[in-house]
């Protein structure tokens, strides 16, 4: 019953809505113009995904150093941006920089430093946005390199350069190119940030969006959805092949160097790398801090400590909207990626590699395709389903589908570490079907279903590319509207309305890992009892 109904939930909310977008198609657009917003996001996807490869790859190989001082204080800082939408980033870029900034306004007496609006001003921002994305990939692949290789080759006289150059930058390969890949599908998918910065460098997210909104062109704009969909396919698939030719060097727990293997040099350059890529982490975020205090930016600087209780009164009904969708899509989307791992792994059936591939398909979908598709799709009843369109079901499916395969790949890493054996022996004391699950696996598989819950929550509370498409007056996000008040110009309710989120993500995120700890330390014992 369960496998029936997978297929149908992914048949019907994502491989409908795409093919939708597909039958709505009617002829190309020959327009030359419309091929410049595509090589523009090409071209940005790239640089973005270099550079953010490249410091996310410095950032992991410093904090996987444990004789680096502060290492801890700069894991916690290349991550920070995970937890905000990352087109506050560009919000603080405006503050800092804008006609109206403070550097701009107080340094430069109101001649701008350089033109923020385009090309540099996107890529500087998407790579802080997507560095922490890089760096996570990277932090597991130099973790789980054996600090005995290292090691061994200075013992051999291979001396620190050797060693990185031989040892662990081959090593890295595979996870430097999936990162390279991985923040590549996000850039293209990027919406928030074009939107506020892009000026006169068109990208396709906000074109397709521009066409389908402002003109209700919709032969245009799923043509340029179309156009977008393509090359973030093509980086998915590379990267599921990247992923499969991966070498395995150890098995067991990772751990960071005990050892110097890098050299004091080194490690002195790695340490000034973190600080100044702290200082900029700070600086960014500190500006949205001073924003939200500020009583009209560029015009009155005086401490305004009564914005919050302004943007409450206007944006109360979105931020409770956005909670509610966002919490409530953490356990669906955990569950279903919990019973989509042990469907996986744990059980033969005709279809099992398609069902998996179906749902990390949806990873590879930019948010503004799946967004566009859904509007198209279910703007009229669909097999016996009411109007979704504009509905809270609509938004709550995009994020169950967007966040699910995220629960999927930690469902599928902590089966693989579970023994068989202890389902087994469930199964001889009498435990079976969905008993089995529910009472013996799903609570070995509790942290996993935590991590899955805490990303959704993290993507769908701070999501603004997919659902900007099926917003409604009755049901609307928050970032929505922090978008709506920086296009108005107000820049300090806007810092204050994303501030508010910001504390709201961390707190729940603080009450998530409570429960992990809480769940972590009674797992195989309450899965042993419950049989």
Not at 171 to 191: H, I
Not at 199 to 212: D, I, Q, R, S, T
Not at 382 to 397: E, F, K, N, R, T
């Amino acid at each position: 019953m369960f496998l029936f109904f997978l297929f149908v939930f992914f048949s019907l909310f994502v491989l409908f809505p795409l093919g939708h977008l597909f039958w709505g198609f009617e002829k190309p657009v020959l327009d030359a113009q419309i091929w410049i917003p595509f090589f523009n996001s090409l071209k940005l996807g790239a640089m973005v995904s270099f550079f953010a490869t490249f410091f996310g790859f410095i950032l992991a190989l410093s904090t996987t150093q444990k004789k680096l001082i502060g290492r801890k204080f700069f894991a916690s800082m290349a991550t920070l941006p995970l937890i905000s939408p990352p087109f506050v980033l560009a919000i603080a870029m405006i503050l800092l920089f804008g006609r109206q900034g403070i550097l701009t306004q107080k340094l430069f007496g109101g001649h701008t430093l350089f033109h923020i609006y385009g090309f540099w001003g996107l890529t500087f921002v998407e790579v802080l946005a997507y560095t922490p994305t890089a760096y996570l990939i990277l932090k597991g692949i130099l973790e789980a390199i054996p600090p005995s290789l290292k090691e061994a080759s200075l013992n051999l006289g291979g001396g620190h350069r050797y060693t990185f150059l031989k040892i662990v930058l081959p090593l890295s390969k595979q996870g430097l190119l999936t990162a390279f890949l991985v923040v590549f599908m996000e850039s293209l998918a990027d919406f928030g940030n074009p939107l506020i910065l892009s000026g006169n460098f068109e990208v396709l997210a906000v074109k397709a969006y521009m066409e389908m909104t402002s003109f209700y062109n919709v032969n245009a704009a799923t043509f340029m959805a179309l156009m977008l969909l393509f090359p973030s396919l093509i980086a998915f698939f590379s990267q599921r092949i990247f992923l499969k030719k991966s070498v395995v060097v150890v098995s067991g727990k990772a751990q960071a160097s005990s050892f110097d293997w890098l050299g004091k040099k080194p490690r002195r350059f790695l340490t000034i790398f973190c600080s100044l890529f702290s200082c900029i982490i700070i600086l960014m975020y500190g500006m949205i801090l001073i924003g939200s205090l500020t009583k009209v930016w560029g015009l009155k600087f005086e401490l305004a400590l009564e914005n919050f209780s302004q943007v409450w009164q206007l944006s109360h009904k979105t931020l409770f909207d956005s909670i509610f969708l966002a919490f409530l899509s953490g356990p669906v989307t955990g569950l279903l990626g919990m019973g989509i791992a042990y469907m996986v792994v744990r059980k033969k059936f005709l279809g099992k590699r398609f069902l998996e591939a179906v749902t990390l398909f949806a990873f590879a979908i930019p948010g503004t395709v799946l967004g566009l598709s859904y509007a198209l799709a279910f703007n009229k009843p669909v097999l016996g389903l009411p109007i979704l369109q504009g509905s809270a079901a609509i938004i709550l499916l995009l994020f169950v589908v967007r966040n699910i395969p995220v629960g999927l790949q930690a469902g599928v890493a902590v089966l693989n570490q579970v023994d068989k054996n202890i389902e087994e022996a469930a199964q001889n004391l009498g435990a079976k079907g969905w008993g089995l699950f529910r009472r013996v696996t799903l609570p070995l598989m509790a942290p996993a279903f935590f991590t899955g819950w805490a990303y959704s929550f993290v993507k769908a509370i701070t999501a603004i590319s997919a659902v900007i498409f099926v917003v409604s007056g009755n049901w609307s996000l928050v970032t929505v509207d922090i978008l709506g008040l920086v296009e108005n110009g107000e820049l300090s309710y806007a810092a204050a309305l994303s501030l508010i989120l910001i504390a709201i993500v961390v707190l729940v995120l603080l009450g998530i890992k409570f429960l992990v700890g809480l769940v972590s330390t009674r797992g195989l014992g309450g899965a042993l009892r419950g049989v």
